[in-house]
């Protein structure tokens, strides 16, 4: 009797034993699939990323000195969901695909100054004081940076609302967080931080303040030869295809809707006159040049949910001279053929295992014992 329990013991064996080995390659799989769509990629893509060159040698008379560089990067519409139109897997989705692409370009790259033009919140311009609570704590944890990188955001018109839906709690609301400097100087670098929201404003009483502070700032300027404003808007004459060359274009965007007024863009350029402007809005990357010589740069979107191609851009900026370049995150397309292709894996090696499959490499090796003994 224990002769016959002993070898019913044994024929169980190997079949668990096979079922223990099946299931420890498909938790190596997916754990490998899982660590490298989720993290190494970044690391991979960001890898491939440098600061460009930019000349740091000035001349006063005849004495050259080295000038200071500072490297910025700047980034826009993160768009963090809020509660009303944000189902939760997708905000999971693409919450952690912006923190860990931030996070990897933080330790890789090292900027000094981060700038994210706009658009921070999906749903700021409507939320409750407990969701607008929510989003800031959500918003703090996915970009959280070292003390030494200072961290701008400008707001958007998604953060406190177009012009006709904007009031004062909104935006004092947003400036709690964020902070309401309008000049920010850093290396003999100015920087000039412009709610263009408020700037078409039809008479209203916040617009007439931002208007006032903007040339407040203008003055302070006049003190400075060199000025390097960087505003929110998206008044560039581009078609939004983000590997077409810089050129002027007909505006494609709803006037004073998608992009400033002229009369307003003209303002900026005559108070601030910048030799360069960064701007948000549009989810896509295009150039403009005002007056054939104030170049305007729309910044893409950081986030999957706005792009398959997010990316965000570096700037090398002394306080006479600059070099931007952008680099490009993980495409969520690329990680998505990764995934099925995983899964397809995944279902070939189950049924190989449980014999409803033949496995390749088995089907290769009979193959061969079959031609070496013709």
Not at 61 to 66: D, K, L, M
Not at 282 to 302: D, I, K, N, Q, Y
Not at 353 to 369: I, K, M, V
Request: net charge negative.
């Amino acid at each position: 009797m224990a002769m016959i329990e002993v070898g019913f013991e044994r024929q169980n064996f190997h079949p668990l034993k096979r079922k223990s080995a099946l299931l420890l390659k498909l938790i190596a799989v997916v754990f490998a699939v899982l660590l490298f769509c989720e993290f190494l990629i970044y690391y991979l893509v960001i890898f491939q990323c440098n600061w460009p060159e930019v000349k740091t040698t000035a001349y006063d008379g005849e004495q050259a000195s080295r000038e200071p560089v500072l490297k910025a990067m700047f980034l826009a519409d993160t768009h963090l969901l809020g509660e009303f139109l944000g189902h939760w897997l997708d905000k999971l989705r693409r919450e952690w695909q912006m923190e860990r692409a931030f996070q990897t370009a933080l330790w890789l790259l090292q900027p000094e100054v981060v700038f994210i033009l706009g658009d921070v919140f999906d749903e700021g311009k409507w939320s409750t004081p407990e969701a607008w609570a929510d989003d800031v704590e959500r918003f703090q944890k996915m970009f959280r940076h070292p003390s030494h990188v200072q961290l701008k955001v400008v707001a958007g018109n998604h953060d406190i609302g177009f012009h006709y839906e904007m009031n004062t709690y909104k935006v004092e609301r947003f400036e709690k967080v964020f902070s309401s400097e309008r000049l920010f100087s850093w290396k003999g670098i100015n920087f000039v931080m412009v709610n263009s929201v408020a700037l078409n404003g039809d008479g209203c009483g916040i617009c007439s303040e931002a208007e006032a502070e903007l040339i407040e700032v203008s003055h302070r300027l006049n003190c400075s030869r060199e000025h390097y404003p960087l505003y929110r808007r998206s008044d560039a004459n581009c078609s939004g295809e983000d590997a077409a060359p810089p050129e002027e274009r007909d505006i494609p965007f709803k006037e004073n809707y998608d992009v400033l007024s002229r009369e307003a863009s003209q303002k900026l350029l005559w108070w601030l006159q910048p030799r360069l402007v960064l701007s948000g809005h549009t989810h896509s990357a295009c150039e403009v040049h005002h007056g054939g010589r104030v170049p305007e740069l729309s910044v893409p979107s950081f986030s999957w949910r706005n792009r398959n191609n997010p990316s965000f851009i570096m700037g090398s900026i002394t306080p006479t001279d600059y070099a931007l370049s952008k680099c490009y995150l993980p495409r969520e397309d690329v990680v998505l053929v990764i995934y099925c292709g995983a899964v397809g894996f995944l279902v070939v090696l189950t049924l190989s295992h449980l014999g409803l499959l033949a496995s390749p490499f088995l089907s290769g090796l009979n193959l061969l014992r079959k031609r070496k003994t013709r």
